[in-house]
């Protein structure tokens, strides 16, 4: 029995010896294999860096960044620029550049200011041409008046007045320029001017129609005649002195203006001023005729 097993133990001895042997010499008998070198893969791109997806796209240069978005309460720290020479307006007439005034409003606080430095406020808020012409200068001899005023929220037209009234000047345009000016010089010079008025001094005429009705039962139609009536403005001399009265206060004893009439004309040398005041009281009294 023992010599049995002794034979089964060297049995399996020389087949795992010879197992082994086998072996090595299949590992002398084959060729030796070099390692490929390993291939690293291009790495995958990060989620916040953007691939092009086409050639174009590649070689298009990335986008700069956007600016920084600025506060909503930031405060500018640049001073607001002065209205440019463009946007100032350039009235034909006193009553247009009156006009423009009158669309712009401010608060106002002048205290004891020189009147210089009034009218340029007036100007630059206004967006007009405005100074203190040199005839008001001249006026002063060189000792302009100065003005405090307070106001809120009033049109500027309002304020030119108000300056002019303080300063007891008078507002022209001229040369497309608004100018606080003398009472003289805002006047002009007289001219010669002639205005039609005979429709007001002829008498009034009557003309009767012909009774066109049918009369029945003897009824006789008596023709009316013709008359007439003083016009309430028959006398020239009247009519001057109502122009006198009414238009051109302070000016028909200054030299160089004069006013004379007839039946049929009125012959003025009147401030272009007053010759308007004429004219309109002129179509008032054909108006009342």
Do not use: C
Not at 48 to 53: C, F, K, L, R
Not at 79 to 104: C, N, W
Not at 145 to 174: C, E, F, M, Y
Not at 219 to 247: A, M, N, Y
């Amino acid at each position: 029995m023992k010599t049995v097993r002794t034979r089964i133990i060297v049995s399996v001895v020389l087949a795992s010896a010879l197992g082994v042997a086998a072996l090595a010499d299949e590992t002398k008998s084959s060729p030796t294999h070099e390692a490929a070198p390993a291939t690293s893969s291009p790495a995958a791109p990060s989620p916040s860096t953007p691939v092009p997806s086409t050639p174009a796209d590649r070689s298009a240069p990335s986008a700069a960044p956007a600016p920084a978005a600025k506060p909503a309460d930031a405060k500018a720290s640049a001073p607001t620029p002065a209205p440019s020479a463009q946007s100032i307006i350039a009235p034909r007439s006193l009553d247009e550049a009156l006009r423009v005034l009158e669309r712009r409003r401010a608060d106002i606080d002048f205290r004891e200011m020189a009147m210089d430095d009034v009218v340029s406020f007036v100007a630059k808020v206004g967006r007009v041409n405005a100074i203190v012409s040199p005839e008001f200068r001249l006026k002063a001899q060189g000792g302009l008046p100065v003005v405090t005023l307070k106001l809120t929220d009033v049109n500027l037209r309002q304020v030119a007045d108000l300056i002019a009234k303080t300063t007891g000047s008078k507002l022209i345009l001229r040369d497309g320029v608004l100018q606080f000016t003398t009472p003289e010089d805002a006047r002009g010079k007289p001219l010669l001017r002639i205005f039609t008025i005979a429709e007001l001094t002829f008498p009034i005429r009557n003309f009767p129609a012909p009774d066109i009705r049918l009369h029945t039962g003897g009824v006789r139609f008596v023709q009316e005649e013709e008359s007439e009536r003083e016009s309430p403005f028959g006398d020239p001399d009247h009519i001057v002195e109502l122009l006198k009265k009414f238009t051109g206060e302070g000016t028909w004893d200054d030299d160089d203006v004069s006013i004379s009439a007839d039946k049929g004309k009125l012959v003025v040398r009147q401030y272009p001023a007053v010759l308007k005041e004429i004219a309109a009281f002129l179509a008032v009294l054909r108006a009342a005729k």
